[in-house]
Nanobody
Framework: QVQLVESGGGLVQAGGSLRLSCAAS????????MGWFRQAPGKEREFAAA????????YYADSVKGRFTISRDNAKKTVYLQMNSLKPEDTAVYYC?????????????????WGRGTQVTVSS
């Protein structure tokens, strides 16, 4: 079992930045692909970014490519999402998730463990 806890969300103006963190406990963090997903009100949960177990490979949704950066520190059992140039359409609850599969997995149903999410609100 892997427990995940997100932090770092908040209210920011358009064009601003936030850094999300996801701390893991239990399991073997360094063997999991880690992903960030987001869910806006009334919408389905959507993939944002993922990183391979080693950190050597990353994958992004087109909507965040060039603005968001995912990274991980296996020694600290933490994955990060640096979000720059934020837009109002980035407003959502952001979730981190762990998966034993491929780092390009974008289907949320393939991820095994989930955090409870952190709210990100971008004002215009």
């Amino acid at each position: 079992q892997v427990q995940l806890v997100e932090s770092g969300g908040g209210l920011v103006q358009a064009g601003g930045s936030l850094r999300l963190s996801c701390a893991a406990s239990g399991g073997t963090f360094s063997t999991y692909t880690m992903g960030w997903f987001r869910q806006a009100p009334g919408k389905e949960r959507e993939f944002a970014a993922a990183i391979s177990w080693s950190g050597g490979n990353t994958y992004y949704a087109d909507s965040v490519k060039g603005r968001f950066t995912i990274s991980r520190d296996n020694a600290k059992k933490t994955v990060y999402l640096q979000m720059n140039s934020l837009k109002p359409e980035d407003t959502a609850v952001y979730y981190c998730a762990a998966d034993r599969g491929w780092y390009k997995e974008t289907d949320p149903y393939e991820y095994d463990y989930w955090g409870r999410g952190t709210q990100v609100t971008v004002s215009s």
